[in-house]
């Protein structure tokens, strides 16, 4: 046990940051913007690019000043298009445009273009929310996912969420590959930092690195 306590601190030390929090945005409010821009970075989770790509995705489109549903709406394809591309979606520009407006004519059609009204919805169920996530035009499993993972810090019927592939890497550094077993290992405001840091460990290859540090 004081073994895992050791691998958890290394772990938290190293890469114990949350992709909201690298992006920017506050979660803790609990309010429509940041919520959509999580949103929008897990659709561009979704595409085949990189992690990096998709964070300097995410905040071109900040800096475009898209980060309210009908700030996105006022924008045309060709702008988006253009943002994407310089931010390096060279290969996925054109598709992620439009899948973006999709995504947000949904968000506005259907929940008003707040996502509070989707968790509402939900009716606090975990997997009725993944579900209605999975709606939106360009989030499939992992974008959901990294949106559960990350909301969770403010939605309590999210908690405690992990995926994939934070269970994965929680295997690989010996720590039990459990939801509920990682979220006995730190405090409830710090379990959306262990999920993030188990999930950059694994987008680094830093596992034998936690490791290695954990038995100095």
Known sequence: ????????EVLMQRHGRTFASELGVDLRKNTPSPLFRLLCYSLLTSAPVSADLAMRGARAMAEAGWTTPRKLQASDWASRARVL???????????????LADMNAELLDTY?????????AAAGSPKALRKRLKTFKGIGG?????????VQAVWDECYPYADKAALSAAD?????????????KVS???????MAALVRC??????QGVLEAAQA
């Open 1 to 8: 046990m004081a073994r895992q306590r050791r691998i958890v």
């Open 85 to 99: 591309n310089e931010a390096g979606y060279a290969r996925v520009d054109e598709k992620t445009a439009t899948q």
């Open 112 to 120: 008003a273009g707040d996502l509070r009204q989707l968790r509402e």
């Open 142 to 150: 992992t974008g959901a996912d990294i949106f559960l993972r990350e």
């Open 172 to 184: 690989k550094l010996g720590l039990k590959a459990d939801a509920g077993k990682l979220a006995n």
């Open 188 to 194: 409830r405001e710090d379990y959306p930092r262990l």
């Open 202 to 207: 694994k987008l680094t290859r830093d596992s």
